[in-house]
């Protein structure tokens, strides 16, 4: 075989040491692949079905190749650049709700089943192939509700509502304009910066009220002292405030 290769192909034969794996270029990139697709498994959801492991290998492939990077992805040098925009990515084996369009559902059947995502289709612009619990099969849609276990809908905990409820209450108390309520807002303002030192664990500074002098205009400064002296149009400039 040796012989063969060389004479027939004209190829170099280097060979590893017994049992060195990691200088075997093949045992490195076959370790590297079950270690990917291992962590796909992982993800799937608890009732996705492992005999329809094999459908998930032509996304797998794609996506550890496109994690594998020197100057480009080994994705680029076979493939040419990826479009993500043609080809969003999901998580494989995740739950979806695949919607039903209205030409192929019932007049009061559900607008979407259930499955499971397999990969996104190549030959498609942003189409996802799924497999369809009901019917067993699979079923090529562009409007798909990923339900991965990893990804939660965002809730409004007791911490925003009581954050929200302060807010609430200080824009209430800016636009307070009744000076017989002073006080009280004064003590609803105390109340609020604990309330609030209590969720964020952060001091509050108390706001401090600076009172300004009023501005009040001198009227006599601005008379002449000679009120017998007639007053021209050149003085009248002069006793005029800037």
């Known amino acids: 075989m040796k012989d063969y290769v060389r004479d027939q192909y004209k190829m170099t034969v280097e060979l590893v040491p017994p049992g060195c794996h990691r200088r075997n270029a093949a045992e490195v990139a076959i370790r590297n692949f079950k270690a990917h697709f291992l962590s796909i498994l992982a993800g799937t959801a608890d009732d996705f079905p492992l005999q329809l492991w094999d459908k998930l290998l032509p996304q797998a492939e794609i996506t550890v190749n496109l994690l594998r990077q020197s100057n480009a992805t080994a994705y ?139 501005v009040q205009n001198n009227k006599d400064s601005l008379q002449p002292q000679n009120e017998d002296r007639h007053t021209t149009r050149s003085m009248t400039a002069s006793l005029t405030p800037e």
């Not at 209430?172 to 105390?190: G, R």
Request: charged fraction near 20%; aromatic fraction near 8%.
């Open 76 to 214: 680029a040098h076979m493939n040419g650049p990826f479009d993500y925009n043609k080809m969003p990515l999901a998580p494989l084996g995740c739950n979806v709700q695949v919607h039903e369009k209205a030409d192929k559902r019932g007049t009061w059947a559900f607008h979407s089943v259930d499955g499971w995502y397999v990969q996104t289709s190549p030959e498609h612009y942003r189409t996802h192939k799924c497999y369809i619990k009901s019917t067993k099969s699979e079923r090529l849609s562009d409007t798909v509700q990923f339900q991965h276990k990893r990804i939660t809908n965002p809730t409004v905990s007791p911490k925003d509502k009581l954050m929200n409820a302060i807010a609430a209450c200080q824009q209430a108390l800016n636009n307070a304009t009744n000076d017989k309520s002073n006080n009280e807002i004064h003590m609803l303002q105390a109340i609020l910066n604990k309330a609030r030192e209590q969720v964020t664990g952060e001091q509050v500074q108390p706001e401090i009220e600076q009172s300004f002098p009023r």
